[in-house]
């Protein structure tokens, strides 16, 4: 995109652009002012948020906008300018293709919900693709959450997400999705637990509880793809377990849940007190539906997998020519233990105002150091990073719940004198890149390239970096929830490969925790140790040093290879 010449801030763009663009910033970071001096990322934006500003930034000026030009113009006038340009430019161009609202209730599977169904087909009726989220649960006075009024929150959330009450039928070779009325079963089970003291027995039991209904499979052909537990405690707030499918939700999605759910009970609430002017958030959802998503995706995919093809068959090759690079067995299911670490907070402060200053993210610090550990520990010049993307570049998707999120896949190489400077900024190269090439799924990306590169796709991947951005619903509203980490093993047995999982969990405060999924033997345990300290090391390296090359594994406490 041209560069507009410097014209003095606000004065290049016209105030109604400009009064738009401001008002979304403000929404989206929760800040009260934002001038012409103002740095997203500096105001606390991260790349999730980036990309939803730039879903609705191309909503409300009606053209494409590259995906990364937040990054490339972190500063709100620059940015301002620039959209202002591309709107002029693109004024009579063609409208901006997305996906239209319609009242269809059949339709194909997307192609997210196809690989999904490929391991339901696989295994018959299981719990392969259920998710369980654990919560956090009080009243907003502090006191206990009324357990009618969350039932009928929870009935309400079903009736406002069509995701919700989807049932999948067998048609033809494949599979068809129906959007079928809301359920009339109990979606919630209460279980009393306040005659036990606060004790990990008394944890244990919640999570024994949690695991039995997690391992009970959903109906899929029925629908009613939502089930929830209510434990009341005594020395603490209840816990809320929500169990899902992914063919109905992604991480996103859990996120517009939680929101929903909260907004729910407030709209009883208000409703039992007799209020008068009583939110309608709870009400059905308007807008585009996960099954017009899978119509619209339905009709463009081979167009996209086509334009896609040339990036791909660039990272199977930069990962592929690497020498260090050899042949591992299959991945084994087997019991699985976590080992965590928590950054210092005084540690991720610093890296999160390093990044701003950068015009990137935590995150994509986080991946670079991530990559380098990795790269320290096995040798490897080029590492493979597969992380997860919310892939939800249209703002008319933004808050509807389905499984849109996609894997991708980074080919980070990792010079021997390679500079946390250099690095980071490679790494946020490329996963602009990977941005820009992810609206399928990594496995049909990925598939045609591996293939003529002779290699199993799982190959080349090294590790995996799931980063969760966590956060409550906000305390002053009439249910508060709040997400609970669990450091303990999965609710289901895990098959681990070769790679390592790594898991970020950052907090709306200065606050990271890093958890490694490894087989549960002790030397696993001692590698997942060097990775995490390893990692520690290297982001501190990033703030400490920036211009400094790598340290070695030695100093950031790794085995030698």
Same mark, same amino acid.
């Given at each position: 995109?041209?560069?507009?010449?410097?014209?003095?801030?606000?004065?290049?763009?016209?105030?109604?652009?400009?009064?738009?663009?401001?008002?979304?910033?403000?929404?989206?970071?929760?800040?009260?002012?934002?001038?012409?001096?103002?740095?997203?990322?500096?105001?606390?934006?991260?790349?999730?948020?980036?990309?939803?500003?730039?879903?609705?930034?191309?909503?409300?000026?009606?053209?494409?906008?590259?995906?990364?030009?937040?990054?490339?113009?972190?500063?709100?006038?620059?940015?301002? @300018?620039?959209?202002?340009?591309?709107?002029?430019?693109?004024?009579?161009?063609?409208?901006?293709?997305?996906?239209?609202?319609?009242?269809?209730?059949?339709?194909?599977?997307?192609?997210?919900?196809?690989?999904?169904?490929?391991?339901?087909?696989?295994?018959?009726?299981?719990?392969?693709?259920?998710?369980?989220?654990?919560?956090?649960?009080?009243?907003?006075?502090?006191?206990?959450?009324?357990?009618?009024?969350?039932?009928?929150?929870?009935?309400?959330?079903?009736?406002?997400?069509?995701?919700?009450?989807?049932?999948?039928?067998?048609?033809?070779?494949?599979?068809?999705?129906?959007?079928?009325?809301?359920?009339?079963?109990?979606?919630?089970?209460?279980?009393?637990?306040?005659?036990?003291?606060?004790?990990?027995?008394?944890?244990?039991?919640?999570?024994?509880?949690?695991?039995?209904?997690?391992?009970?499979?959903?109906?899929?052909?029925?629908?009613?793809?939502?089930?929830?537990?209510?434990?009341? #405690?005594?020395?603490?707030?209840?816990?809320?377990?929500?169990?899902?499918?992914?063919?109905?939700?992604?991480?996103?999605?859990?996120?517009?849940?939680?929101?929903?759910?909260?907004?729910?009970?407030?709209?009883?609430?208000?409703?039992?007190?007799?209020?008068?002017?009583?939110?309608?958030?709870?009400?059905?959802?308007?807008?585009?539906?996960?099954?017009?998503?899978?119509?619209?995706?339905?009709?463009?995919?081979?167009?996209?997998?086509?334009?896609?093809?040339?990036?791909?068959?660039?990272?199977?090759?930069?990962?592929?020519?690497?020498?260090?690079?050899?042949?591992?067995?299959?991945?084994?299911?087997?019991?699985?233990? #976590?080992?965590?670490?928590?950054?210092?907070?005084?540690?991720?402060? @610093?890296?999160?105002?390093?990044? @701003?200053?950068?015009?990137?993210?935590?995150?994509?610090?986080?991946?670079?150091? =991530? @990559?380098?550990?990795?790269?320290?520990?096995?040798?490897?010049?080029?590492?493979?990073?597969?992380?997860?993307?919310?892939?939800?570049?249209?703002?008319?998707?933004?808050?509807?719940?389905?499984?849109?999120?996609?894997?991708?896949?980074?080919?980070?190489? =990792?010079?021997?004198?390679?500079?946390?400077?250099?690095?980071?900024?490679?790494?946020?190269?490329?996963?602009?890149?990977?941005?820009?090439?992810?609206?399928?799924?990594?496995?049909?990306?990925?598939?045609?390239?591996?293939?003529?590169?002779?290699?199993?796709?799982?190959?080349?991947?090294?590790?995996?970096?799931?980063?969760?951005?966590?956060?409550?619903?906000?305390?002053?509203?009439?249910?508060?929830?709040?997400?609970?980490?669990?450091?303990?093993?999965?609710?289901?047995?895990?098959?681990?490969?070769?790679?390592?999982?790594?898991?970020?969990?950052?907090?709306?405060?200065?606050?990271?925790?890093?958890?490694?999924?490894?087989?549960?033997?002790?030397?696993?345990?001692?590698?997942?140790?060097?990775?995490?300290?390893?990692?520690?090391?290297?982001?501190?390296?990033?703030?400490?040093?920036?211009?400094?090359?790598?340290?070695?594994?030695?100093?950031?406490?790794?085995?030698?290879?």
């Amino acid at each position: 995109m041209d560069r507009i010449p410097d014209v003095g801030r606000d004065a290049a763009v016209d105030d109604d652009l400009t009064g738009r663009l401001r008002e979304l910033w403000q929404t989206l970071l929760g800040v009260p002012k934002v001038d012409a001096e103002s740095n997203f990322f500096e105001l606390g934006g991260h790349s999730m948020l980036a990309t939803r500003l730039m879903a609705r930034t191309r909503r409300s000026l009606g053209v494409e906008l590259p995906a990364n030009l937040i990054f490339q113009f972190p500063v709100f006038a620059e940015f301002a @300018a620039q959209a202002a340009l591309a709107a002029r430019h693109g004024k009579d161009a063609q409208p901006v293709d997305v996906p239209q609202a319609t009242e269809r209730e059949r339709g194909p599977l997307s192609l997210q919900q196809q690989q999904l169904m490929l391991v339901e087909v696989g295994l018959g009726p299981s719990p392969a693709n259920k998710v369980a989220v654990v919560l956090e649960v009080e009243a907003g006075d502090g006191g206990r959450v009324d357990a009618d009024l969350l039932r009928r929150a929870l009935h309400l959330l079903v009736d406002r997400h069509p995701a919700l009450r989807t049932g999948f039928r067998p048609e033809g070779a494949g599979h068809v999705q129906l959007v079928l009325p809301a359920v009339a079963d109990d979606v919630l089970d209460e279980t009393d637990l306040r005659e036990l003291p606060p004790s990990a027995d008394a944890l244990r039991r919640v999570r024994r509880r949690v695991r039995q209904a997690h391992l009970r499979p959903f109906d899929l052909a029925a629908g009613g793809l939502l089930h929830a537990q209510l434990f009341r #405690r005594s020395g603490g707030a209840d816990l809320l377990a929500l169990h899902l499918h992914h063919l109905a939700c992604d991480g996103r999605s859990q996120q517009v849940l939680v929101d929903d759910l909260a907004a729910a009970y407030d709209t009883l609430t208000e409703a039992e007190v007799g209020a008068e002017d009583v939110a309608v958030a709870a009400g059905p959802a308007d807008g585009v539906s996960y099954l017009d998503y899978a119509l619209w995706q339905e009709g463009r995919w081979p167009a996209m997998l086509r334009q896609s093809r040339p990036h791909w068959r660039a990272v199977v090759r930069e990962l592929t020519d690497d020498p260090a690079r050899v042949a591992r067995g299959p991945a084994a299911t087997v019991a699985v233990a #976590r080992s965590a670490t928590v950054v210092a907070p005084e540690v991720l402060g @610093a890296v999160r105002q390093w990044a @701003a200053g950068q015009n990137t993210t935590s995150v994509v610090v986080l991946t670079a150091a =991530v @990559a380098a550990a990795v790269s320290r520990l096995t040798g490897l010049s080029s590492v493979g990073v597969g992380t997860l993307l919310e892939n939800r570049p249209l703002a008319e998707v933004e808050r509807t719940v389905g499984p849109f999120a996609n894997s991708t896949l980074l080919a980070v190489p =990792v010079a021997a004198e390679a500079t946390p400077r250099q690095l980071v900024q490679l790494v946020g190269e490329r996963l602009a890149a990977a941005r820009q090439w992810s609206d399928l799924p990594l496995e049909t990306l990925i598939a045609g390239p591996a293939a003529d590169a002779a290699v199993d796709p799982a190959e080349l991947i090294d590790v995996v970096l799931s980063v969760e951005l966590a956060g409550g619903r906000p305390a002053d509203g009439r249910l508060r929830l709040r997400p609970v980490a669990d450091d303990g093993p999965p609710l289901l047995p895990v098959a681990i490969a070769a790679q390592r999982t790594v898991h970020a969990h950052l907090g709306d405060a200065d606050r990271l925790r890093l958890v490694v999924e490894h087989a549960d033997d002790p030397d696993e345990a001692a590698r997942a140790r060097a990775l995490l300290d390893s990692v520690v090391g290297l982001l501190t390296a990033v703030v400490s040093a920036p211009d400094v090359p790598l340290p070695t594994p030695l100093a950031v406490g790794a085995p030698p290879r």
